[in-house]
């Protein structure tokens, strides 16, 4: 019996039918250890001895990949191949050998395949060769690399930093991306200018566009018509004058295909075409890789996911070739077999593109097998392997110049543009979709007229030919910012750079995310105010190791060693010696210290330059102190008077206003007075954003005060809106049954309304002023329906029968549960993970999460809690910046392999 080892159980169970009866196929799940997160497991003063953790999960997996091994005829690892499967190979290996599984003439053999087809997998298995050496050792010296970054500089950041989580060697690079473009959008200054748009028309009626393009033969650049009345007076100039075709300028140009994907590029358009994350795209990915069941059969539709290769195998190109042929016709196919090369920095080419594994496999074929997301992803990759093959696109692109006389004697030109396809070529297949077009000094508005010609047409112009304008207009523009980066942008940005591989991108962009550095809004990646302090706090006192070349630098260093022309440990010893000494040199800062280099370094985002030109950071209230930023372990940072306790004058560190409104001053904005008081009602601003305020109150008594609710704009409240708020909470009248008032109001969690100790929400604020009683009594009985239901468990609900166990034993069921939708098995329930359709799970799905489940063991009972010494305190505190990172979470435990993979990738 020959024992293989891959890292999947979907993978695994395919496999398993290609090999038959003399071949025993065993998932890894992944990573089968990685180091502690605790201080230690990377030691430089032994040079950089490393100390290895199997968790719970995987020595059950070792003990039954030892038990085969033991008896087996010969051990065949096929884990991934990329630098991550390498390194899954040699740790398995490292294991057995440690356990004595392996007997001395047992043969061990490494093979890696590009697909899960049976053809690539008999290849492999025809090919073996030994576990790279050279390959385990980048691996080791990036995941050193990592630890050490993480572990040393995330306990500098708790101490110098209050409220900052952890840093890491690539997700620190890729934040500073964010935050260096939040930094460009806020100094950028808007420019106005003007744009003189026609349309005209033939003398048989057929209208076109066309725009002023230059006066008396000095081409306009863009900023050139500053002003309204400027562009106006050119307007009324030219108006219903003698316009007339000065020339026709046609010529035929050609755009070539796009290369297939790259991990890189699968996710950058995936996002433009499909919305998906950088995540989400490997999860799907990773679903059409394994396998799926098509008509009984598990296959695998794509190869594999994670590369940075752009070139496919001669044998898959020839059936490319034949499929356009069949399907399109033969002028479609390229006149000569395409060849690309990747433009990504430091790419390795060591894997084919993704694609296909069967090209005849057509996507209106399999769509029917696959969900919803799948066949998506799946269309995508096959039209864009398909279009790398496909002829050229002609198009005729057409320039006619208009001139006409004005009335102040100058003489106006007009440019009409337009383009016309005269072959489809691959564009009959795919187009690749478009990142942003509004950059530095070019916005939505500022459009270039020939951006958009692939769509225009123009009608048939000739030389002398006379046109007429059917509407002249002025149109105003101002220069917009460059745009925030999305997924996709920021990960084309990596890629230029050259920091990251394609197997982080995904982890990478997911850590900034949950630790709350960046949030997402509308796709776009905006830096949060934490995210942007560890970046000032690396910027001013760690610069060296967040610059995009050191980091570059440090991925070439690693493919060297990949090759075999560099020692790992060398590279290590010579990053330590330099790491070392910048941390050195700011232990003895003082916070304060810190907080005022980091004043510095924010300084025009925190504080910016004053209308009246007084110092930014003199404290608005007292006139006196000086403003500051300052760290609160419970509230993180923000701004606050040097003057404390004295002045108590605070504002959150984005309000650079002092609030989200313009002309909040020290005592407020005041908005008028409250006709029945004679108080006035301020706009108002604290550490927890704005708020109203009646009144100034007394040493007695707190003036009457409400906040602004959420999603409403500070600087739209009118007086009429800030007596509606400060008039809550409001009587509605009294229960019909218990004769207690119900009341509406607003508080920390939103609108709602409140009887006897219960409150329930209500929809929107509007709500909350316009509630009736028999609304909030019906309100009220729902919520207590709701808190009754909470204290009787439900009998599970079958949502979907698919049947019994490919192995037996019974049928699989999936149930709604008390915690959410899981699937049955006999004894064994497995959770189905967050966001995935119950009612669409498939076999082949159920079955690894059930055999990933019952890999755990039976659950265990919680132990008691008892107080840790002291030691084990530190302990933990040390292991915080790795939870995510390192080694495997317990929220991590039990998803599928792709789940464990990225997290090794991420950052320590």
């Known amino acids: 019996m020959n024992v293989v080892i891959v890292e999947s159980a979907a993978k695994a169970k395919t496999i398993n039918k290609y090999l038959g009866g003399g071949y025993k196929v065993i998932a890894s799940f992944g990573h089968v250890r990685d180091l502690p997160a605790k201080n230690g497991s990377v030691e430089p003063d032994k040079d950089f001895e490393m100390h290895w953790d199997v968790d719970p999960k995987s020595q059950k997996i070792m003990k039954e990949i030892a038990d085969a091994v033991r008896t087996a005829d010969k051990l065949i690892l096929a884990t991934d191949p990329d630098r991550e499967g390498e390194a899954i190979s040699w740790h398995i290996l490292q294991i057995l050998e440690q356990k004595k599984a392996l007997k001395k003439d047992t043969p061990v053999e490494r093979v890696a395949f590009n697909a899960v087809t049976k053809q690539a997998i008999m290849a492999a298995l025809a090919e073996p060769r030994k576990i790279d050496g050279p390959l385990v050792s980048a691996y080791l010296a990036r995941r050193a690399l990592d630890y050490l970054v993480g572990f040393t500089l995330s306990p500098v950041l708790w101490r110098k930093l209050p409220g900052a989580r952890s840093a890491g060697r690539v997700q620190s690079v890729a934040l500073r991306l964010v935050c260096d ?16 748009d026609a349309t005209m028309a033939t003398a048989k009626g057929e209208e076109f566009p066309a725009r002023l393009n230059a006066i008396n033969g000095t081409t306009l650049k863009k900023l050139d018509i500053k002003k309204g009345d400027e562009a106006n007076a050119i307007k009324a100039a030219i108006e219903k004058g003698d316009f007339r075709v000065v020339s ?23 996002s433009r075409k499909l919305g998906f994350s950088a995540k989400q795209t490997m999860q799907v990915a990773q679903r059409l890789y394994e396998g799926v069941d098509i008509g009984g059969e598990t296959v695998g539709l794509i190869t594999y996911m994670r590369t940075d290769g752009v070139t496919i195998v001669p044998e898959a ?20 077999i395409r060849e690309y090369k990747t433009k990504a920095k430091n790419a390795q080419e060591a894997h084919e593109a993704i ?47 208009i001139e006409v006389k004005g009335r102040d004697g100058k003489t106006y030109t007009l440019r009409a543009t337009g383009s016309v396809i005269q072959f489809e070529g691959f564009l009959k297949v795919y187009e690749e979709g478009r990142d942003d077009r509004i950059h530095a000094n070019k916005g939505k508005d500022d459009v270039a007229p020939d951006e958009d010609d692939a769509s225009r ?96 630098d440090l991925e070439d260093k690693l493919d060297l060693i990949s090759d075999g022309k560099l020692a790992w440990k060398e590279v290590l010893r010579d990053f330590w010696r330099e790491f070392t000494g910048s941390v050195d040199d700011i232990k003895d800062l003082r916070v304060g210290e810190v907080l005022e280099a980091l004043n510095e370094i924010l300084g025009p985002h925190i504080f910016p330059p004053r209308e009246d030109g007084a110092d930014a950071r003199t404290c608005p209230s007292c006139k006196s102190g000086r403003l500051s930023l300052k760290i609160s372990g419970k509230y993180g940072a923000f701004i606050g008077c040097g003057n404390y306790p004295e002045c108590r004058f605070t504002r959150q560190l984005s309000d650079v206003n002092g609030g989200d409104t313009e002309g909040v001053g020290p005592d407020g904005k ?14 108002r601003t604290g550490r927890f954003g704005p708020y109203l305020q009646l009144g100034e109150g007394s040493e007695d008594e707190k003036p009457k005060r409400s906040s602004i609710p959420k999603g409403v704009d500070a600087g739209s409240v009118d007086l009429e809106f800030a007596l509606k708020l400060l008039s809550l909470p409001r009587e509605v009248g009294l229960h019909p049954e218990t004769g207690k008032p119900i009341s509406a109001g607003l508080g920390r969690y939103g609108p709602f309304i409140l009887h006897d100790g219960m409150y329930a929400n209500v929809e929107g604020i509007e709500e909350v002023f316009s509630v009736g009683l028999n609304r909030a009594v019906a309100l009220l009985a729902e919520k207590a329906a709701g808190n009754k239901s909470r204290f009787q468990r439900a009998k599970p609900t079958v949502l979907k029968d698919l049947g019994e166990h490919p192995d037996g034993g019974g049928k699989i069921e999936v149930l709604s549960g008390r915690y959410g939708p899981y699937v049955k098995h006999g004894a064994v329930n497995a959770t189905i993970p967050n966001g995935k359709d119950p009612a669409a799970l498939s076999v082949a799905e159920a079955v690894e999460l059930i055999a990933a489940r019952a890999a755990k063991g039976p659950s265990k009972k919680k132990k008691p809690v008892r107080k840790a010494s002291t030691e084990s305190k530190a302990g933990a505190k040390d292991a915080k910046p790795a939870a995510k990172g390192g080694k495997v979470s317990k929220t991590a435990k039990g998803r599928s392999v792709k789940s464990k993979r990225e997290t090794a990738d991420a950052d320590t």
Request: glycine fraction near 4%; charge should be neutral; proline fraction near 6%.
């Open 670 to 683: 005041l908005l008028g007075e409250d006709p029945e008081t004679g108080l006035p009602v301020t706009l």
């Open 317 to 336: 190109i020839s059936a490319i070739r034949g499929l356009i042929a069949r399907e399109y016709s033969q002028k479609f196919v390229a006149p000569f």
């Open 457 to 552: 047409r123009l009608p048939a112009l000739n030389q002398g030919d006379k046109v007429t304008d059917r509407l002249i207009e002025a149109e105003q523009h101002f220069t917009q910012p460059p745009p925030r980066y999305s997924e996709a942008t920021l990960v084309k940005r990596m890629e230029e750079l050259g920091i990251g591989r394609p197997s982080t991108y995904a982890s990478t962009l997911a850590v900034l995310q949950e630790r709350e550095y960046v949030r997402v809004d509308k796709k776009r990646l905006i830096p949060e105010d934490k995210g942007r302090l560890v970046i000032a706090f690396l910027e001013g006192f760690f610069k060296r190791y967040v610059e995009y070349d050191f980091t570059a």
């Open 181 to 196: 473009r939040e930094r460009e959008i806020e100094v950028f200054r808007t420019d106005e200018y003007w744009t003189i």
């Open 248 to 270: 026709i300028d046609k010529k035929g140009v050609k755009r070539n295909p796009y290369a297939p994907f790259a991990t890189s590029t699968l996710q950058m358009d995936a």
């Open 355 to 401: 694609r296909p594994t069967e090209v005849s496999r057509k996507p209106s074929d399999v769509a029917k097998y696959l969900e919803k997301d799948q066949a998506r992803l799946y269309e995508l990759i096959w039209k864009r392997a398909v279009a790398s093959q496909m002829a050229s696109a002609e198009v005729e692109q057409t320039a006619a110049d």
